[in-house]
């Protein structure tokens, strides 16, 4: 065989690969959802939030509420009873041709990653609190899909880039090898969803885990931290060094219900492409429970009932665990809304950042007319098709729950004939490679986006400096 660099560099990874420790991780079930509400004390407290959230965790959680309120609940919607943290994200609403906004079913609640990535992981530092996503974002910068890990430029690595990466949206059919993680970082479009998506769509959502090791909270709620340099892996930019366990959300949304029927899925926040998804936290673990998991939770199942210092609770009592909605809500409807979105939250499809266009909640706003899609015009294929290559001969049982994938086994590989990319992916104990081998991105058009200036907008410039290279990229 003629001796060639690139083979040497592939056989130099898969050392690193082999000789890293082997690293556990849990997978917090939250089957409860404590409310959908116009609630988010992180961005606005003490007020109605902007839009419309689904809540998970501790029943004390409210419009203003500090880590100490949460640890004082007396139940929560998630399995370990010694988490009192919570996690909320947008809810997915569908909007038929009258306007009218239904919620769609959240399938299993949410699970809440936790991924101790990287050296000396620390627990989050009591009251931490930060966001991960952008509202207002309606597009992806970068070509793609992603390239393999292994060959990220600059260019991939700036926090703006890792953040638009951080989203993601699996295509759910159980009866097929699984889509990997964060493989698309928008909608699949409608046709797709309907005639590939029997499971649902799985939003994903990782946070940033590189924390500067003092505030617990920054202006934005996200300058205090910052993604190493391959998302949840990789390292951390200067000033950000301090290592913290990395959290990923993942809900299951029941989009199959709507098959067929006019209308499009749109975020709570107005968004109908996914651009903008987003996340929020609040930690509130008793003692030192959550660093004594990261450093003894170490079992590579994920599950938590494989983890001994964890009390857990059936699934009826996360249930039962629910809130009243606030007075200052004025019952607002989340199920079923006539008037639309939640909070009249008009519709931006950008692809522009969305800024708020001004308005108090209590004006009358006039709400844009969804567009619909005309079922006479073929809508066009943006997604990726995938071809799964299982690594085993045997098909793997169906899964009896919402089946996450444990991005725990997901890996990079380099690959020595470009432009494939490959990502792996678990079902049940069996791994999958799958190999995207083309990319067809068709946009339909979109409206002109409001020009208005923002009441409030978020100002996300606070993060910057030097990233360094990727030392010991394939640390997991
Ligand atoms: C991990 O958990 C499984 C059960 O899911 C158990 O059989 C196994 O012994 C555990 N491994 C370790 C190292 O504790
Ligand atoms: C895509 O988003 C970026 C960042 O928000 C924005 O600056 C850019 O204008 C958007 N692209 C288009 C084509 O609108
Ligand atoms: C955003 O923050 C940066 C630094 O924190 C500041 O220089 C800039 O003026 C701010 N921009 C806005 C629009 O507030």
């Known amino acids: 065989m003629r001796f060639n660099p690139s083979h040497l560099a592939a056989i130099a990874v898969s050392l690193i690969t082999l000789m890293a420790p082997v690293m556990g991780f849990w997978r917090l079930p939250c089957r409860g959802v404590l409310t959908v509400a116009r609630i988010d004390p992180i961005v606005d407290p003490g007020i109605p939030s902007m839009h419309a959230h689904s809540i998970h965790g501790p029943n004390n959680f409210a419009m203003e509420v500090t880590s100490d309120d949460l640890l004082a609940s007396e139940c929560t919607s998630c399995e370990v009873v010694q988490d009192k943290s919570a996690y909320w994200t947008p809810s997915l609403y569908f909007i038929n041709p009258s306007g009218e906004a239904e919620l769609v079913k959240q399938v299993g609640g949410m699970l809440v990653y936790y991924l101790p990535r990287g050296d000396n992981v620390q627990a989050f530092p009591r009251g931490f609190r930060m966001l991960a996503g952008d509202t ?101 930019p200067n000033g950000f060094e301090k290592r913290l366990v990395t959290l990923m959300y993942e809900t299951i949304w029941d989009t199959m219900a709507f098959k067929g029927q006019a209308g499009e899925f749109v975020l709570s926040n107005g968004d109908p492409t996914g651009y903008g998804y987003h996340g929020d936290f609040i930690e509130a673990w008793e003692n030192d429970v959550l660093q004594r998991a990261i450093d003894t939770c170490t079992n590579l199942s994920g599950r938590v009932e494989d983890c001994p210092l964890f009390q857990l609770q059936s699934e009826d009592d996360q249930r039962k665990c629910t809130i009243e909605n606030p007075k200052a809500l004025g019952g607002e409807r989340y199920d079923f809304n006539p008037e639309g979105l939640p909070g009249k939250v008009p519709i931006i499809r950008g692809p522009g950042y969305a800024l708020r266009p001004i308005s108090s909640p209590s004006a009358p706003e006039t709400m844009p007319k969804p567009v619909v899609p005309d079922p006479k015009v073929k809508l066009p294929q943006d997604d990726q098709p995938v071809v799964p290559r299982p690594e085993t001969t045997t098909a793997p049982p169906p899964p009896t729950t919402p089946a996450p994938k444990t991005p725990g086994m997901v890996s990079e590989k380099p690959k020595l004939e470009q432009p494939y990319t490959t990502s792996y992916s678990t079902k049940g104990s069996t791994i999958y490679e799958i190999v995207i081998i083309r990319t067809t991105v068709t946009k339909t058009v979109d409206l002109p ?14 993060v910057k400096g030097r990233f360094r290279r990727h030392g010991h990229a394939l640390n997991h």
């Open 449 to 462: 986006s409001p020009t208005a200036q923002a009441k409030r907008h978020e100002n996300r410039s606070g």
């Open 136 to 236: 207002y974002q309606r597009n992806f910068t970068l070509p793609t899909p992603d390239p393999p890990k292994a060959v990220w430029a600059e260019k991939d690595k700036t926090q703006f880039s890792l953040g638009q990466k951080a989203i993601g949206f699996n295509c759910l059919n159980y009866d097929n090898p699984p889509e990997p993680s964060l493989m698309r970082h928008n909608f699949p479009d409608r046709a797709f969803i309907d005639s590939k998506c029997k499971d649902g769509i799985r939003m994903e959502l990782v946070f940033p885990s590189c924390w500067n090791g003092k505030d617990i909270d920054s202006p934005d709620h996200m300058s205090h931290v910052a993604y190493p340099d391959l998302v949840d892996v990789g390292s951390c």
